[in-house]
């Protein structure tokens, strides 16, 4: 999602949560984003997954293909934008998982995929995204920049 106020861009960014990334900002951040279900396009796995890790509405009346990126882990992300809108006392609602903490403890905790979401001007969300998905900022950058929105 992003949005643009007063001709600047600002994209909304998720930060993942549980226990490895609680005080992690850096290079971190991301497009919400998963995995691909047996039989699902990845267009339908993008809105689906955006909407499991926020709780918000995808506005599908113009999404903009990004491409795909593939991150250091090897992991390919493909991604599509919308213009939309949430204030920051937005509660952000996300689907959870299961993790083993602390290691080895037999103790198994419940956490959110995303524990924290909003928007960010260009240059910072590129600095809060894992590296590989900056690229996607500056592909929505240029496109809206080509139809004179920025």
């Known amino acids: 999602m992003y949005r643009v106020r007063e001709r600047q861009l600002e994209v909304f960014l998720a ?3 549980g226990p490895y990334f609680k005080n992690r ?4 951040w991301s497009v919400p984003k998963g995995s691909v279900e047996p039989n ?3 267009l339908e796995t993008a809105i689906r997954e955006f909407q499991e890790e926020t709780g918000l509405t995808v506005h599908t009346n113009e999404l903009i ?5 593939m991150q250091r882990g090897g992991k390919t992300v493909h991604c599509w934008a919308f213009e939309g809108n949430v204030s920051a006392e937005t509660p ?20 959110p995929e995303t524990d924290k979401a909003r928007f960010f001007h260009c240059e ?13 900022v500056e592909r929505l950058h240029a496109h809206l920049r080509t139809r004179n929105r920025i």
Not at 25 to 28: A, L, N, Q
Not at 65 to 69: C, D, N, R, T
Not at 95 to 106: D, K, L
């Open 40 to 42: 699902e396009e990845l």
């Open 92 to 111: 952000i609602v996300s689907n959870t998982f299961q993790v083993e903490w602390p290691p080895n403890s037999g103790q198994i905790q419940v956490y």
């Open 25 to 28: 900002e850096w290079g971190v």
């Open 65 to 69: 293909p990004l491409g795909s990126v």
């Open 15 to 17: 930060h993942p949560g």
């Open 124 to 136: 910072m969300a590129k600095k809060k995204l894992n590296p590989a998905q900056a690229h996607f």
